[in-house]
């Protein structure tokens, strides 16, 4: 049995916060391999959805010879699929930080597919954009794995207009507001305590990539890489699980999406401001 620990380097954060970008960029890092919302891995292996190429699972030349090694009577489990979907569900975060201890089957789970592709991939950290908190409280738990995490925070305006726009899932800006609370609640909570985090505002990201990149390599790796070139550079979009529609495109640049500013009535600026308030302050956002 494989004993080397499981490096995993974990996105937590709202939907619409700028995650499958950051992810995509981190994937240009030496040291990192981006294999996107591993959350939904269990359902794309059990349905054989499309990995981002366009290919379904069992055809993608980065998962095929990847499942090939896996236990599937384990993964490819009806059962199973539903007990990781049931553990992962926000409900649970409270009863994980209260102490509510690690599911067996569900370690099982994550340990045979981050050790699979582990022993494939030779960049030493595994980046899992899942976003979900109860996922990472369960990652946390799990003894073999060595976890880092990233927390990004977006204007809960930049949040509400991209849900706003008719595109895969959509919200109205009440349910909008609701989920940004909700998720940026916890997400804040978790971080305040753990060090394992560092919290990047996804504004300074879009404003100034290389900074945000290099305090991210201290925080992961302890030393500052210089990088100059992230602004128009375009980055190729790793073999990842799920994301959001970009990962429909072969690749990406850095763009700042601010429309939010010009699409929404100033009124309505303030009144979504005044909605998420305690988080705007936390985040120093300005009205
Ligand atoms: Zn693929």
Redesign the pocket.
Known sequence: MEEKPINIIYLLGAGRSGTTMLSTVLNNRSKIHTVGEMHQFLDYVYENKD???G?NMSE????SPLLAEMNLELLKNKENVELSNKLEKHYNIPLYLLGKPLNGTYREMTDVIFQTIHKKESKPWLLDSSKYIARYLLLRKNKKVNLKGIYLVRDVRGVVYSFGKNVQTHKNPLSAIIYYTLINFWAQWVSLFDKRIIKIKYEDFVNEPDKAIQKIDKHLFGSETKTSYLKDTTFEIP?IIAGNRLRSDKQLIIKKDLKWKEEISRPKQILYYLLALPLMIINKYSP
Do not use: A, R, T
Not at 60 to 63: K, L, N, T, V
């Open positions: 990995c981002s190429c290919k993608c030349e980065f998962w073999h």
